[in-house]
């Protein structure tokens, strides 16, 4: 079973662009979470999809969005990129129904956004 | 605001010691999963445990879920380099919604 794969590594981008980060979930997850990653503030929950639609969200700006396709794949969207999104952005797939399994996370490599 | 303080935030220790991390909160969870992050990579889900006193042992790591399931702990027994990494602990809230610790950052020396 492939794994959650994310698109691009890494990227470069200066204030103000806008950047858009991909994630394809484990066939059959339903569910895709990101999640922002620094040194100072540690894992730092964005929003989750489940079946194209927004079930939770984080603390972060309306500058930050998501959306989900019917394929499960997600993509995440930042504009008016400030310095202080610079970061490890990951995603994490999991089935997202109930039970113990529930929301065990499975992530990707993760997506190194360095804005300039 | 629910809070999972996780102790202690940075270890160093030699090849073959024994350490615990800890996470800690004044709400229960119904499930608690402990994550083990590597340099350049996602954390990869290592246990979940359920049960108030469960132990759950992976090799020389061992979980316990706290009796009232607001604590958790991981016990590595003779510590090996390639245990080095970043570990974080996450708690499932009454909303599934999951409430992470700030992670331990192991490094072990041989």
């Known amino acids: 079973k492939a794994g959650v794969t994310q698109t691009p590594r890494y990227l470069i981008k200066t204030r103000g662009q806008q950047v858009t980060l991909s994630c394809s979930p484990i066939?059959?997850?339903?569910?895709v979470s990101w999640y922002q990653q620094t040194p100072g503030q540690g894992l730092q929950f964005l929003f989750e999809y489940f079946s194209e639609t927004q079930r939770n969200k984080g603390n972060f700006p309306g500058r930050f969005s998501g959306r989900q396709f019917s394929n499960s794949r997600s993509e995440m969207n930042v504009s008016t990129l400030e310095l202080g999104d610079s970061a490890l952005y990951l995603c994490a797939s999991s089935a997202g129904t109930s039970g113990s399994s529930y929301n065990e996370q499975f992530f990707g490599p993760g997506t190194r956004l360095t804005v300039l | 605001t629910q809070l999972l303080e996780q102790s202690p935030q940075f270890l160093s220790i030699q090849e073959g010691e024994n350490l615990t991390v800890y996470c800690n909160s004044s709400s229960v969870f119904s499930s608690l999963q402990w994550y083990r992050q590597e340099p350049g990579e996602g954390p990869v889900l290592l246990v979940t445990v359920v049960t108030g006193g469960e132990v759950k042992k992976l090799k020389r790591l061992t979980f316990q879920f706290g009796d009232a399931r607001k604590d958790s702990s991981l016990h590595i027994t003779a510590a090996q380099p390639g245990d080095t990494g970043l570990y974080l602990c996450?708690?499932?809230?009454?909303?599934?919604?999951?409430?992470w610790g700030a992670g331990t950052k192991l490094i072990i020396k041989p």
């Open positions: 066939s059959g997850h339903r569910s």
């Open positions: 996450a708690g499932m809230d009454s909303n599934y919604q999951l409430i």
